[in-house]
C-alpha cells in the first residue's frame, strides 16, 4: 500500500555514528605496523599518520561541498559522472566493484576474524583457516542485517561506534599514564633519517588513510539524509576532528608501551599492546577491536550498496540493482551482490598485499572526484552552494593524491599494475557494452530477451521492484 523508495531515516547523530563507525576500525588496529615499516621511524610515521589526518580533513570538507552541490546519492561515483562524465564515471564503478570495495571489505573481515580468535589462541596465533571463517561468518551476518532494515544497520552502527570509541580509550589511557611517569625512552632518536627510504612514503600513506577512510561515507546516503545541506558539513567536521585525535593519541600509546621493533614484529598490535599494558583486559580489547571491524563492515556494505544503487538508476549497471524490496525498503539485489567477490578474496588474500592493491585505484578516482568540484565550479558559477571550501583545498588535495598514487609505482610495481589493469580493463567493457545500451537501459543489448527474462525472473525471487518516486 506504501510508495517503495528509500526513506530519509539517517539523522545527523546517525551520520556522525556512520562516519566515526566507518573510519574507526581495522585500520588504526592494523596500519600502525604499515605506517612504520614503510616510514621508517617513529617520528616520521607520527607525522604520517598527522599528514593524513590533514589530508582527509581536506578530502571530507570537498565532498562536504559536493554533497551539497549534487543531491543524488552514489558518493564518487555520482560526483565524476556529473562533473567529468560516464567514462571515467564506469571506470571508477567497475575498479570499485572488482578491486577496490571486495578487497577493502576483505581486510576489515580478516582483521574482524583475527581479533576474534586471538584471546582462544593467545599467545599463539590463530589458525589461518579458523580466521577466515570467522571473517565470512562476521561479513555474512551485517549482509543479512543490511538486506533486512536500513534503520536496525543505522541503530547498530551508533552502537558499534561507541564501542569504537571505549576500544580508543582502553588503548590511549594506559599509554598516557606511562608518558606522564617518564616513560620517553621509546622516543629517543624518534627522527632517524638513515631508516626513511623516500619511495616507500606513498605506502605508508596508503596505510595511513587506510585508517582514516570512511570520511567520505555520508556522500553514499545523501538522499537518505535528514537536511543533508546542514548535516553533511557538521557531521564530517566533527567527525573527523574526533578521529584525529583519537589516532595521534592511540599511536603516542602504541609507541609508549610497545616500542618500535615491537610494533613491527607484532601481528596484532592492539593485542600485542594489552598483553603488555593490561594484562587484566587481554580477553576484552580484542573483542571491542572485533566488534568495531564489524561495524566498519557494516558502514561498507550500507554505503557501497547505494553506488550500485545510483549506477542501475543512471543505465551504467543491470537495472536490477535499481530496485528495492518490497516490505524492507532495502536496496535488496545491491546488498546481496557483494557476497562472492569478498568470499574469495578472504580466502585467498593477505591484509598488506589487498591494501596495497585497492589503494591505488581508491585514491586515483579520489583525486578524481575533487578535481571534478573544481571543474562544476567553473561550469556553474551560479549555482549557490550552502557549504563552499578554498579553493586552494579542493586543488592541493587533488595534486596530492594524484602524486602519491604515480610514486606509488616506484613503491610497489607488481600490486599497483594489477590495480592500473583492473581500471583499464572497463575501457572495452564500456564501449561494447555500456555506451551502446544507456538509452535503452537494457544490459545485454545483443540478448535483450534474455535480458528482460532474467530480470524478471529475479524480482520475483527477491520480491523487489524499481522505485516509484525519487528524492533528490
Not at 570495495?101 to 579458523?130: I, K
Not at 612514503?201 to 538522499?223: C, D, H, I, K, N
Request: charged share 10%.
Amino acid at each position: 500500500d506504501e510508495a517503495v523508495f528509500l526513506r530519509k531515516k539517517i539523522t545527523l547523530l546517525r551520520a556522525f555514528s556512520l562516519l566515526i563507525g566507518s573510519m574507526v576500525g581495522s585500520g588504526i588496529f592494523i596500519s600502525p605496523k604499515g605506517v612504520l615499516k614503510n616510514s621508517g621511524s617513529v617520528g616520521f610515521s607520527l607525522v604520517v599518520w598527522f599528514a593524513c589526518g590533514l589530508l582527509s580533513m581536506s578530502g571530507a570538507l570537498c565532498y562536504a561541498e559536493l554533497g551539497t552541490r549534487i543531491t543524488k546519492s552514489g558518493g564518487h561515483y555520482i560526483y565524476i559522472l556529473e562533473t567529468l562524465g560516464p567514462l571515467p564515471s564506469f571506470l571508477f564503478l567497475w575498479a570499485e566493484f572488482f578491486a577496490i570495495r571486495p578487497a577493502n571489505s576483505a581486510v576489515v573481515s580478516l582483521a574482524f576474524g583475527r581479533y576474534m580468535l586471538e584471546p582462544f589462541f593467545a599467545p599463539c596465533a590463530a589458525p589461518v583457516p579458523a580466521v577466515k571463517l570467522v571473517s565470512l561468518l562476521g561479513y555474512y551476518m551485517v549482509l543479512t542485517l543490511n538486506s533486512w532494515s536500513v534503520t536496525w544497520s543505522a541503530r547498530l552502527q551508533m552502537a558499534l561506534s561507541l564501542v569504537k570509541l571505549l576500544a580508543l580509550a582502553l588503548i590511549i589511557v594506559p599509554g598516557m599514564m606511562l608518558l606522564a611517569q617518564g616513560h620517553t625512552e621509546n622516543f629517543q632518536d624518534a627522527f632517524d633519517r638513515q631508516s626513511l627510504v623516500l619511495d616507500k612514503l606513498p605506502l605508508a600513506f596508503y596505510a595511513g588513510m587506510f585508517a582514516y577512510s570512511g570520511w567520505f561515507q555520508t556522500s553514499f546516503v545523501r538522499e537518505e539524509l535528514v537536511r543533508p545541506e546542514r548535516n553533511i558539513p557538521l557531521a564530517v567536521i566533527v567527525s573527523v576532528i574526533t578521529v584525529i585525535v583519537g589516532y595521534m593519541l592511540t599511536n603516542v600509546s602504541y609507541y609508549t608501551v610497545l616500542g618500535r621493533q615491537d610494533v613491527l614484529a607484532s601481528p596484532a598490535v592492539a593485542v600485542s599492546f594489552v598483553q603488555r599494558a593490561f594484562k587484566s583486559l587481554i580477553s576484552v580489547v580484542p573483542v571491542l577491536v572485533a566488534l568495531s571491524c564489524f561495524g566498519t563492515m557494516n558502514g561498507g556494505i550500507l554505503t557501497f550498496s547505494r553506488t550500485l544503487f545510483v549506477a542501475s538508476r543512471e543505465g551504467q549497471w543491470p537495472p536490477l540493482f535499481s530496485m528495492i524490496h518490497i516490505r524492507r525498503h532495502t536496496p535488496l539485489p545491491s546488498v546481496m551482490l557483494m557476497f562472492p567477490l569478498v568470499t574469495a578474496m578472504v580466502c585467498v588474500g593477505d591484509i598488506y598485499h589487498l591494501l596495497n592493491f585497492f589503494s591505488f585505484s581508491r585514491w586515483l578516482f579520489i583525486g578524481l572526484a575533487t578535481l571534478g568540484l573544481i571543474v562544476h565550479r567553473h561550469r556553474h558559477p551560479e549555482l549557490h552552494s550552502p557549504f563552499k571550501v578554498p579553493l586552494f583545498v579542493p586543488v592541493s588535495f587533488t595534486i596530492i593524491c594524484l602524486f602519491t598514487v604515480a610514486m606509488s609505482f616506484y613503491s610497489d610495481p607488481v600490486s599497483i599494475s594489477i590495480g592500473c589493469m583492473v581500471v583499464l580493463s572497463g575501457f572495452p567493457v564500456y564501449y561494447l557494452i555500456i555506451h551502446r545500451q544507456m538509452s535503452s537501459l537494457n544490459f545485454l543489448p545483443f540478448f535483450p530477451p534474455l535480458s528482460d527474462y532474467l530480470t524478471h525472473k529475479l524480482q520475483l525471487l527477491l520480491e523487489v521492484v524499481p522505485q516509484e518516486i525519487k528524492t533528490y
